[in-house]
């Protein structure tokens, strides 16, 4: 069982960055593939990058990719999502979520369904 605590949303003006932090409970962390998503409302969960446990390698989804950067910290049991030039239409609650799959192919980790654990969401609203 892992909990997960996201924290470091907030209001940023388009251009801006920001740092969000994903705590996890638990002494499995660094077992886990920590993948992170956004969601508006109205719309599904979109996917926005992950890390694998084995090597740390990551992957972001093509809105993202060069701005975004996540990163882990085990040690802490701690995973980053560092969001730089930010526009306007990445405003929308970010969640962080652990998954125990061990994939054969990236794209089985873009999809929501396959993670085990997500925490509560952090808002982030930027601003034009």
């Known amino acids: 069982q892992v909990q997960l605590v996201e924290s470091g949303g907030g209001l940023v003006q388009a251009g801006g960055s920001l740092r969000l932090s994903c705590a996890a409970s638990g002494r499995t962390f660094s077992s886990y593939n920590m993948g992170w998503f956004r969601q508006t409302p109205g719309k599904e969960r979109e996917f926005v990058g992950f890390i694998a446990w084995w090597s740390s390698s990551t992957y972001y989804a093509d809105s993202v990719a060069g701005r975004f950067t996540i990163s882990r910290d085990n040690a802490k049991n701690t995973v980053y999502l560092q969001m730089n030039s930010l526009k306007p239409e990445d405003t929308a609650v970010y969640y962080c979520?652990?998954?125990?799959?061990?994939?054969?192919?990236?794209?089985?980790?873009?999809?929501?369904?396959?993670?085990?654990?997500w925490g509560q969401g952090t808002q982030v609203t930027v601003s034009s």
């Open positions: 979520a652990a998954s125990t799959r061990r994939p054969t192919n990236t794209a089985t980790m873009t999809s929501a369904p396959n993670y085990d654990y």
